[in-house]
């Protein structure tokens, strides 16, 4: 559904209220037709504003070129002090020949010709997290499905005990939602957050996960163990120059929290997508052999993340205004996903949409790591679920994670009806 | 702290010829000057430089001269029999005075400093190891190189190398069973102060590479011939059926197989696009022809197998591919 355009006097970006309610579309349709080049101050944080491009073509443009637009200044609305951002750095704020060789370390572990070991293993866990949810009737989407199958596949690609399952997912949760106060004790804008500046999301919990990375690491460097862990420590990057002890720690780090809220999210609004468009998930239903290509419409649709950041290298002109070297400049990819300049009817949900070059998981250098992975959990869930439901429906309030990063529901509530 | 390496605008230049000399079988030392002479990119000892030989050759070539000379860039650069043609080109065309376009020098394999080093080239690898050799002398720290090639009369730089006495050992005759007992005798006992360098074919890295895992994390530094990339190669148009989208598309002579999907508006993942990260890895369903395997992700063996490719650089010698996509 077409969301109610906001004007664009009222277009506030770093207002997490929009993001709540989830308005923020009405806004990126405005800024998409009024102001491709927009900037919005920051005034309830320390940050210093930034640039917001919403557009498809804009997005791409400033997401392929890294030389213009950095990571290495960080790429969350933060700001880390420059004497915490090396300590705090990992691939994801690395550009250049490290980035690559940081890259290079893991991509093949993510590839189709890889993961596909795992299609039965991921198959199996998706049936068991089915029927355990299946055995009650009234459910929270969110919790009972969606959570656990992401964080269970990583644990199982990092290879850790059965019994640190629970310990991960707890992880994860607070610290991506990091500006929401109800799953984390310690909020990113907080005075007490500014004690953890040091810290990866300002977290405390970071230095939690750092410790367990590092017993991991330490049980199994010289080893030859196949899991990520194993591979991170043992082998050496094509730069030459071996992960020091912080870049092995923001490696860990990251592969435990990109992937499990996103994934997660990905889930639960698709599977809100697939409610709201019946003919749909009828379709789905029908044409099973397709899914690989369905799965693509559900993760543009669902975009879980709003965006990521990027900091001009130089002045340069667009659209008529200048971004000053330094400056933030954050591409909006779940704007891009609705762009009706890329997509016939971007707010529907259209299964057979081709053309689908979609922007969920980014479009230049720094593309999701993870991607093929993703796809493949959320392809098996949506395979495995939905021959096994006689009818879903919708019995309270979505309630959605407070932040303009994550596009999340934190609680679906849904009467379920197995077959 | 790891530096993070942003690249900027990369150096590139259309440098002259100053030297062309025979320095082996089958190998030239080429060096570089600014037609101006004007002083060149700093580097530091294992940087590599693009030649840009023709608009479809580039080659990567190890910097083998001083990096004190601010001025020069001397690349050794072996005519490979089985070469597609761009080492031929440099063998066939160049000479004193030729204009060559390079772009670089960027550095994969560096120094990282040690009380010691062992270094291990085969053949041509010795180029990144000279000036290596000269910054560990420099430094003082204790250093050997092992160097294997095929007969003395085609192992380059032996003269130069000579004069480091008895700290370097020579291999000549290809004989895997003496480099085999050199090698367990260098670095068959791990050595927590001591840094391993090698650089050379295949078989010599895999052997190396084997009798370091038992070795502290970071201790072994190996640059495999990366980005072997065009040479030579003629782009030819051809068809790829995408299996799981059910369409074939046409990829043309000039653009990639990653370009021509996502034109068709199906979302593929590529971070480098040079063939060496490995994101864009795609699996290969059916060929019909020959597939061209271009990237350094691969190694020999999977790229025979033909079961998946990196397709930002990879392509089809004729005929027609059927990829999982
Ligand atoms: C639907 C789920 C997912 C979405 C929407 C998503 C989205 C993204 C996006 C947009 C980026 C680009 C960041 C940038 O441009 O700076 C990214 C990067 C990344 N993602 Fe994902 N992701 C998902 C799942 C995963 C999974 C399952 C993993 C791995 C376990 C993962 C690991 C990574 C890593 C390591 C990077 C950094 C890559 C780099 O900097 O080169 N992601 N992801
Ligand atoms: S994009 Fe890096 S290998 Fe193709």
Redesign the interface.
């Known amino acids: 559904m077409k969301p109610t355009p906001v004007p664009l006097s009222d277009v506030n970006l770093a207002n997490l209220d929009y993001f709540v309610a989830d308005e923020a579309w009405g806004m990126f349709d405005t800024l998409r037709a009024e102001d491709p080049l927009h900037w919005q101050d920051e005034p309830d944080s320390d940050g210093h504003g930034f640039w917001s491009v919403t557009r498809y073509d804009d997005i791409e443009m400033v997401n392929k070129d ?2 213009t637009f ?1 990571s ?1 200044k960080f790429v969350n609305l933060e700001e880390p002090p420059a004497e915490f951002q ?1 300590l705090r ?1 990992s691939i994801l ?9 940081l ?2 370390l893991l ?2 572990d993510f ?3 890889q993961l ?1 070991r795992y299609e039965d293993f991921l198959r199996g866990l998706a049936r068991m997290s089915i029927e355990s949810a299946l055995e009650q009737e009234d459910i929270d989407f969110v919790d009972a499905i969606a959570a656990d199958f992401p964080i269970n596949v990583l644990a199982r690609l990092l290879d850790v005990p059965d019994d640190m399952i629970p310990q991960l997912i707890t992880w994860g949760n607070t610290i991506v939602g990091f500006s929401d106060p109800e799953l984390s004790d310690v909020l990113v804008d907080s005075d007490e957050a500014q004690q953890y500046k040091h810290l990866p999301f300002r977290s405390p919990v970071s230095l939690e996960i750092f410790e367990y990375g590092r017993q991991l690491a330490k049980e199994r ?2 080893g ?1 163990g196949e899991d990520l862990v194993s591979k991170l ?2 082998r ?1 990057p ?7 002890d ?2 092995f720690d923001n490696y860990f780090l990251l592969l435990v929290v990109a992937g499990n809220e996103t994934t997660r999210q990905a889930m639960t609004l698709s599977m809100k997508g697939l409610m709201d468009h019946p003919d749909q998930m009828q379709y789905f239903l029908d044409n099973m052999d ?1 899914s ?2 369905m799965v ?1 419409e559900l993760i543009r649709y669902a975009s879980p993340v709003y965006h990521f950041r990027r900091t001009a ?1 130089k002045d340069i002109e667009l659209h008529g205004k200048t971004i000053k070297e330094g400056d933030k400049v954050v591409m909006w990819f779940a704007s891009g996903n609705r762009d009706d300049a890329k997509f016939t009817d971007p707010y529907g949900l259209d299964l057979t949409r ?5 922007m969920t ?1 980014g ?7 993870g ?1 093929n992975l993703a796809r493949m959990e959320i392809r098996i869930l949506f395979e495995e679920l939905l021959p096994r439901l006689a009818s879903i429906e919708q019995t309270g309030e979505i309630e959605r994670v407070r932040s303009n990063f994550v596009n999340g529901v934190k609680r679906f509530p849904v009467r379920v009806k197995a077959k | 702290m790891t530096e993070t390496e942003t690249r900027l605008r990369e150096f590139e230049s259309d440098l002259v010829v100053e030297s062309y000399e025979v320095v082996a079988e089958d190998v030239v030392a080429v060096t570089l000057v600014h037609p101006q002479g004007e002083a060149l990119p700093a580097w530091t000892p294992g940087a590599h430089i693009d030649l840009i030989l023709t608009p479809e050759i580039t080659r990567q070539y190890s910097l083998c001269g001083s990096p004190a000379d601010a001025h020069r860039f001397t690349v050794g650069i072996l005519n490979a029999p089985n070469s597609r043609g761009g080492s031929r080109h440099v063998h066939e065309a160049v000479s004193t005075g030729s204009v060559i376009r390079i772009r670089g020098p960027r550095n994969h394999f560096p120094l990282v400093a040690s009380p010691r080093y062992v270094f291990i080239a085969g053949g041509i690898g010795v180029t990144p190891m000279l000036p290596m050799i000269a910054e560990a002398e420099a430094a003082r720290a204790e250093w050997t190189l092992l160097y294997g090639g095929r007969s003395e009369a085609s192992m380059a730089f032996i003269d130069q190398l000579r004069a480091y006495g008895d700290r370097v050992t020579l291999l000549p005759g290809n004989d895997v069973a003496l480099m085999s007992a050199a090698l367990d005798d260098r670095i068959g006992t791990p050595r927590p102060d001591t840094l391993v360098y090698t650089c050379g074919p295949e078989g010599l890295l895999g052997a190396v590479e084997a009798r370091c895992a038992s070795w502290p994390t970071g201790s072994l530094h190996l640059e495999r011939f990366a980005a072997k990339a065009t040479e030579g190669a003629v782009d030819t148009e051809f068809e790829v059926e995408l299996a799981r989208t059910g369409i074939t598309i046409t990829v043309p002579a000039d653009r990639s197989i990653f370009d021509a999907v996502q034109d068709h508006g199906i979302s593929v993942l590529g971070s480098c696009h040079e063939g060496v990260c490995g994101t864009c890895e795609t699996v290969i369903l059916g060929v019909d022809g020959e597939v061209d395997h271009r990237d350094s992700v691969l190694n020999d063996e999977e790229k025979a197998s033909n079961e998946s490719m990196m397709i930002c650089v990879s392509r089809c010698r004729s005929g027609r591919l059927t990829l999982d996509l």
């Open positions: 890294g030389e950095t290495t090396d750095r704020e690395s550009d250049g020949s490290r980035h690559q060789a890259r290079k991509a093949r590839s189709v010709a596909r460097r010289g030859d420590v043992n050496i094509e730069d030459g120059v071996p992960l020091t912080t870049d397709k690989q290509i693509e290298t081709f053309p689908n070059d979609h998981f479009k230049g250098p720094h593309s999701c790591l991607a």
